[in-house]
């Protein structure tokens, strides 16, 4: 990158068509995840995705700001030699898409925001449809966890095990994935998630959605899960400030793919399609 940081990124597809496809994964902190969302366009064009500074096998030890991460996804831009993408971000990844889209719309040339962003207090909603599908003891051990000063690696996977099976609308399958994800999604760049949410919450996206609006690419589409547990309604107003269409996938969570893969896919598939045919 241009400050010297080195950042591991991978391509699926002919990486000589145009436009491009780029995956940007969530967290913040978390490595990618993507790589079983990729493959669903992957024929249709070409799909990058990449662990983002401070995550997997991107080491990174300096602070953590939206403008960096920005200017990080035009160097990637620049050394793919893709001048316009499409992005589709997922969770954190649809801010951060969100973000780069204002500071570079030329450089958009669709964006699909999955599972966010979300707008005005979603997180009282959030957290208290979390404790719902926990029970009382098991909301008693995440805050046990989450109070101590330093956690064995089997209590970080346990941690982060209750903290992300009531994301999925199946609570059984849900804890199956979470305790996956759990051992695969590491190490969190915990520093990372808390200066990115200061820095969130400091200057929210609610402030600048008059401004995203005007910088939207002419294809731009929203899609949540019926049952993420941040409330899909917390996506409508989003969805009418920015004159965006709003998809619901039923029967699915905060990670869609994963419960109803088939309905993810034909909506991608769509998306891709169309944006494609809009380039050529």
């Known amino acids: ?13 002919d990486t000589t068509r145009r436009p491009a496809v780029v995956m940007l994964h969530g967290g913040p902190g978390l490595p990618d995840y993507l790589g079983d969302v990729a493959p669903m366009v992957a024929d249709l064009a070409p799909v990058y995705r990449y662990d983002q500074r401070g995550t997997g096998q991107s080491p990174w030890r300096g602070r953590h700001f939206f403008a960096r991460h920005v200017d ?18 997922h969770s954190y990844g649809s801010d951060l898409a969100s973000r780069f889209c204002m500071a570079h719309p030329d450089r958009v040339a669709a964006m699909l925001l999955i599972c966010g962003p979300f707008v005005g207090d979603w997180r009282t909603r959030a957290r208290a449809e979390r404790d719902r599908r926990m029970s009382a003891a098991q ?24 903290a992300w099976f009531t994301d999925h609308s199946d609570p059984e399958r849900g804890w199956h994935w979470a305790a996956q994800g759990a ?27 008059p401004e995203l609006r005007e910088c939207l690419p002419a294809r731009a589409e929203l899609l949540g899960g019926a049952d993420d547990p941040r409330p899909v309604s917390a996506l409508e107003p989003l969805a009418l400030r920015l004159a965006l269409p709003l998809k619901r996938i039923e029967g699915a969570g905060h990670e869609p793919w994963l419960e109803q893969p088939d309905a993810v896919r034909a909506h991608l598939r769509r998306f891709i399609q169309g944006a494609v045919g809009a380039q050529g």
Do not use: C, F, Y
């Not at 990158?1 to 597809?13: K, N």
């Not at 620049?78 to 992005?87: I, M, S």
């Not at 760049?189 to 929210?204: C, F, I, T, V, Y």
């Open 72 to 89: 990080d996804l035009v160097d990637l831009l620049d050394a793919w030699d893709v001048p316009a993408a499409v992005l589709i971000g």
């Open 183 to 209: 051992r695969r999604r590491r190490p969190i760049n915990w520093s990372m998630n808390g200066e990115l949410g200061k820095e969130r919450r400091a200057d929210p996206l609610d402030e600048h959605l």
């Open 139 to 162: 909301q008693k051990r995440l805050r046990e966890l989450e109070e101590l000063p330093r956690r064995t690696e089997d209590q970080e996977v346990e941690l982060l095990t209750l």
């Open 1 to 13: 990158m241009t400050d010297e940081a080195q950042i591991r990124w991978m391509a699926l597809g």
